[in-house]
């Protein structure tokens, strides 16, 4: 397991933009995958976005172009870009870490396929 912690979320207005950071231990960072979920009040948590070892990015079907995953192995983090957000992105964003190799494109949204999480960071948007 690699341990995470999760920055940048906080208050913003709807239509603005915040940029997640997720600092994660280790030194074979840059052979993780690296997944975005979210939680919201009194929902499950969902996937958001994933980046793979090799860069791929993965995204669920809801994002249409306002998220932006992307990581720099060299600081060893990961990060969600969210632009023009919207009153119900609101939720805690956890990021997380798959550290055994091979993980399936299919795999990368789902949340049993990862074994570290963060404490997750508040996003509130109000509108």
């Known amino acids: 397991q690699v341990h995470l912690v999760e920055s940048g979320g906080g208050l913003v207005q709807a239509g603005g933009s915040l940029r997640l950071s997720c600092a994660a231990s280790?030194?074979?960072?840059?052979?993780?995958?690296m997944g975005w979920f979210r939680q919201a009040p009194g929902k499950e948590r969902e996937f958001v976005a994933a980046?793979?070892?090799?860069?791929?990015?993965y995204y669920a079907d809801f994002v249409t172009g306002r998220f932006t995953v992307s990581r720099d192995n060299a600081k060893t983090t990961a990060y969600l870009q969210i632009y023009r957000l919207k009153p119900e992105d609101t939720a805690v964003y956890y990021c997380?870490?798959?550290?055994?190799?091979?993980?399936?494109?299919?795999?990368?949204?789902?949340?049993?396929?990862?074994?570290?999480w963060g404490q997750g960071t508040q996003v509130t948007v109000s509108s």
């Open positions: 980046i793979s070892g090799s860069g791929r990015h």
């Open positions: 997380a870490a798959v550290t055994r190799p091979a993980i399936t494109a299919a795999a990368m949204g789902l949340l049993a396929s990862y074994d570290s």
């Open positions: 280790g030194r074979t960072f840059s052979s993780y995958a």
